[in-house]
């Protein structure tokens, strides 16, 4: 089945930084999602977007709705022990009501 | 409080055996997934249903089956004929409706682990 492109794959960053990560496709989306996943757990919506160059956050994350509609962002600002998860994107295309998922960003803290 | 269950957590199973996973869900949703995810792997969509007594299959849905006969259950078989079958396996609700609003949103149970042995 088709994928979204979700880079990067892992991320090791320091308490403190700020995170940024990023889902592209080659098709257009009218709906764009991510989501945080812990081990052995199921993944939980953090923000969901709906609209061309919409930007929305959820406390210390912001995510953006690409103008292109073909490319999302999440960032995360002064990340903190409990941000280590993987984080999925997901989008929805005009042409059919199911969501096509990224493969993950891998979040992980540096000792 | 709403939301999804999932059932058992952990299920062990002998090769050549069927096993059935437990999905239930009292958010008033229409539509029901299955997902499988295999480690430092995103989801697959196994199946998937937008109304009682109807199923699509997803993209990777040979060796499965399920059955949609009321509104907030959707079990999920794992057949004898599934030739990788451990995996981490994830249920999901929508409302379901148009794109561009919180209709597709979907919201997932906690996962069962299925280990073959």
């Given amino acids: 089945g088709q994928q979204l492109n979700q880079s990067p794959q892992s991320m090791f960053i320091q308490e403190g930084e700020d995170v940024s990560m990023n889902c592209t496709s080659s098709s257009i989306f009218n709906t764009w999602l991510w989501y945080k996943q812990e081990p052995g757990e199921g993944p939980v919506l953090l923000i969901a977007l709906y609209k061309a160059g919409e930007l929305t956050s959820n406390g210390r994350l912001t995510a953006q709705f690409g103008i292109t509609r073909k490319d999302s962002f999440l960032n995360i600002s002064a990340s903190i022990p409990s941000d280590v998860g993987i984080y999925f994107c997901a989008g929805l295309m005009d042409s059919n009501y199911q969501l096509i998922w990224g493969a993950g960003t891998k979040l992980i803290i540096k000792p | ?117």
């Fill in chain 2, 1 to 117: 409080d709403g939301g999804i269950t999932q059932s058992p957590k952990y299920l062990f199973r002998k090769e050549g055996q069927n096993v059935t996973l437990s999905c239930e869900q009292n958010l008033n949703h229409d539509a029901m997934y299955w997902y499988r995810q295999d480690p430092g792997q995103g989801l697959r969509l196994i199946y998937y249903s937008q109304i009682v007594n109807d199923f699509q299959k997803g993209d990777i849905a040979e060796g499965y089956s399920v059955s949609r006969e009321k509104k907030e259950s959707f079990p999920l078989t794992v057949t004898s004929a599934q030739k990788n079958p451990t995996a981490f396996y994830l249920c999901a609700s929508s409302i379901f409706g148009p794109g561009g609003s919180s209709y597709n949103e979907q919201f997932f149970g906690p996962g069962t682990r299925l280990t073959v042995l």
